[in-house]
């Protein structure tokens, strides 16, 4: 796959009546061979991109005409609680067929994931690019496909940076430190010219489980911590490189950096700061941001956007890094994985089910189902979609360059023993996520909190 082309805004036009010819190899079934019985294949999705609708509705539309006796049933989940619903629904044994998620190993452990190799000729699986189908592995099996490649920084107002004498440039071609961020954060950080308080930095705490401890991901990641279970099957969130973390994330708040609200900052509202002219720098950002931004732009230009929101020229940045660890870009990919139910009830047998589920999944992730990548300025992962997409994308060149030398920090995935991962989950969910809030509310301090984790992990893994 070709990094470098990588990137921005896509026409709006992106979908015409036709999927990927691929698909049609995993084709075992038709209307005649079931008895004229009709399969209904359910779907959970998010709102992924501002066209994903249309685009998902054209490759629903093409796939039915093609083949008659599936009917694609879909349902958009919101951001905040769709996770949220997922768990409930797989925990009881009725995942949908197929949903927006990565594999894990708690939802694998339910017995309910499954492996898509069973379903899908190699020939299309020889469509994607190898580096993407890595995450959606676990355990060396391979449960789903990717959509696009992901790539999750920070990002700042180009006219708060210049004002505040941060060379922006020179960042994202050098990349910076903690301290070096903390210090061109801190001059960021005064009144604005409408008299209300601007922050050097604004990360959103709030908004749901799977958002609300990103930024201390993305940290743990720049201070070593790449993963909570490394290649060798240990936790690693008992490293005192851990407490480090939370104390340097405290810093930011207790030295008036971040807001002291942080704990109750929504993605949404985190925007709000950007458009508003109270955050110089936000997390986390990605490339698509140049889209969704430019965007509101063109409300403010009009006239509707809300009172108080200005024009935003956006440049990205790398994440910071603690002194003496590497530079890493948090990333991977977004896709969809299939999932079978615990009392199937369909007109069709179990297994014409998962073999129609596997079609559709296919449907969705490759040839023109690359428009969501080009849209979201990202990499393709199949190279038919790079094929017909790679010529669509435009960006800023300084926002393309830093995108370009970004990936190359992605971490590779690892395949970890998926019950050590659950354990590593259960600890994230139940310690980490409220301790964490409670960290940025500043109603348990790093140290209590570091404790809470190492007890925890003890009792965990009995070391």
């Given at each position: 796959?070709?990094?470098?082309?990588?990137?921005?805004?896509?026409?709006?036009?992106?979908?015409?009546?036709?999927?990927?010819?691929?698909?049609?190899?995993?084709?075992?079934?038709?209307?005649?061979?079931?008895?004229?019985?009709?399969?209904?294949?359910?779907?959970?999705?998010?709102?992924?991109e501002?066209?994903?609708?249309?685009?998902?509705?054209?490759?629903?539309?093409?796939?039915?005409?093609?083949?008659?006796?599936?009917?694609?049933?879909?349902?958009?989940?919101?951001?905040?609680?769709?996770?949220?619903?997922?768990?409930?629904?797989?925990?009881?044994?009725?995942?949908?067929?197929?949903?927006?998620?990565?594999?894990?190993?708690?939802?694998?452990?339910?017995?309910?994931?499954?492996?898509?190799?069973?379903?899908?000729?190699?020939?299309?699986?020889?469509?994607?690019?190898?580096?993407?189908?890595?995450?959606?592995?676990?355990?060396?099996?391979?449960?789903?496909?990717?959509?696009?490649?992901?790539?999750?920084?920070?990002?700042?107002?180009?006219?708060?940076?210049?004002?505040?004498?941060?060379?922006?440039?020179?960042?994202?071609?050098?990349?910076?430190?903690?301290?070096?961020?903390?210090?061109?954060?801190?001059?960021?950080t005064?009144?604005?010219?409408?008299?209300?308080?601007?922050?050097?930095?604004?990360?959103?705490g709030?908004?749901?489980?799977?958002?609300?401890?990103?930024?201390?991901?993305?940290?743990?990641?720049?201070?070593?911590?790449?993963?909570?279970?490394?290649?060798?099957?240990?936790?690693?969130?008992?490293?005192?490189?851990?407490?480090?973390?939370?104390?340097?994330?405290?810093?930011?708040?207790?030295e008036?950096?971040?807001?002291?609200?942080?704990?109750?900052i929504?993605?949404?509202?985190?925007?709000?700061?950007?458009?508003?002219?109270?955050?110089?720098?936000?997390?986390?950002?990605?490339?698509?941001?140049?889209?969704?931004?430019?965007?509101?732009?063109?409300?403010?230009?009009?006239?509707?956007?809300?009172?108080?929101?200005?024009?935003?020229?956006?440049?990205?940045?790398?994440?910071?890094?603690n002194?003496?660890?590497?530079?890493?870009?948090?990333?991977?990919?977004d896709?969809?994985?299939?999932?079978?139910?615990k009392?199937?009830?369909?007109?069709?047998?179990?297994?014409?089910?998962?073999?129609?589920?596997?079609?559709?999944?296919?449907?969705?992730?490759?040839?023109?189902?690359?428009?969501?990548?080009?849209?979201?300025?990202?990499?393709?992962?199949?190279?038919?979609?790079?094929?017909?997409?790679?010529?669509?994308?435009?960006?800023?060149?300084?926002?393309?360059?830093?995108?370009?030398?970004?990936?190359?920090?992605?971490?590779?995935?690892?395949?970890?023993?998926?019950?050590?991962?659950?354990?590593?989950?259960?600890?994230?969910?139940?310690?980490?996520?409220?301790?964490?809030?409670?960290?940025?509310?500043?109603?348990?301090?790093a140290?209590?909190?570091?404790?809470?984790?190492?007890?925890?992990?003890?009792?965990?893994?009995?070391?």
């Open positions: 796959m070709n990094i470098r082309k990588v990137c921005a805004a896509v026409l709006a036009t992106v979908m015409v009546a036709s999927t990927l010819a691929g698909c049609g190899k995993t084709e075992k079934t038709n209307g005649e061979s079931t008895g004229g019985k009709k399969d209904v294949v359910k779907i959970w999705t998010f709102p992924v501002k066209d994903y609708k249309k685009n998902f509705q054209a490759i629903k539309e093409d796939f039915e005409s093609k083949n008659k006796n599936i009917t694609i049933e879909v349902e958009e989940l919101s951001w905040q609680e769709g996770m949220k619903k997922f768990d409930t629904a797989i925990n009881a044994g009725s995942p949908p067929d197929l949903m927006f998620v990565t594999p894990s190993a708690k939802y694998i452990q339910t017995g309910l994931a499954v492996p898509v190799e069973d379903y899908i000729d190699k020939e299309v699986l020889n469509d994607y690019f190898p580096s993407g189908l890595e995450y959606m592995k676990s355990d060396n099996k391979l449960y789903g496909l990717p959509l696009y490649m992901k790539l999750h920084t920070i990002g700042g107002n180009k006219k708060l940076l210049e004002e505040a004498g941060v060379d922006w440039r020179k960042i994202q071609k050098e990349g910076w430190t903690w301290d070096e961020f903390k210090q061109a954060a801190k001059k960021g005064k009144k604005n010219a409408d008299g209300k308080q601007q922050y050097g930095f604004v990360f959103h709030a908004g749901g489980p799977s958002m609300s401890a990103e930024l201390l991901d993305h940290m743990l990641m720049n201070n070593g911590l790449v993963n909570a279970v490394n290649n060798k099957n240990e936790y690693t969130y008992t490293d005192p490189k851990f407490l480090e973390t939370l104390k340097f994330i405290r810093s930011l708040i207790d008036g950096v971040m807001p002291k609200e942080s704990n109750q929504t993605p949404q509202k985190r925007m709000e700061y950007l458009y508003s002219e109270q955050a110089m720098i936000i997390g986390k950002s990605m490339p698509y941001y140049e889209v969704t931004i430019g965007d509101n732009n063109a409300k403010v230009k009009d006239g509707k956007a809300p009172a108080g929101q200005k024009e935003v020229e956006f440049v990205l940045l790398p994440e910071p890094y002194k003496g660890q590497q530079s890493v870009t948090p990333g991977g990919v896709g969809y994985s299939m999932f079978k139910q009392s199937y009830k369909g007109e069709v047998s179990q297994e014409e089910h998962l073999k129609n589920t596997a079609k559709v999944l296919v449907a969705l992730t490759s040839g023109k189902a690359g428009a969501s990548a080009a849209v979201l300025c990202l990499p393709q992962v199949t190279k038919s979609g790079n094929d017909m997409w790679k010529d669509k994308y435009t960006m800023k060149p300084e926002n393309k360059a830093v995108v370009d030398e970004m990936f190359k920090n992605v971490p590779a995935p690892i395949q970890v023993d998926p019950d050590t991962a659950k354990k590593a989950s259960k600890i994230k969910d139940e310690v980490i996520i409220p301790k964490y809030s409670a960290l940025l509310s500043g109603e348990v301090t140290d209590a909190m570091y404790k809470a984790v190492q007890d925890q992990a003890k009792e965990t893994f009995g070391k």
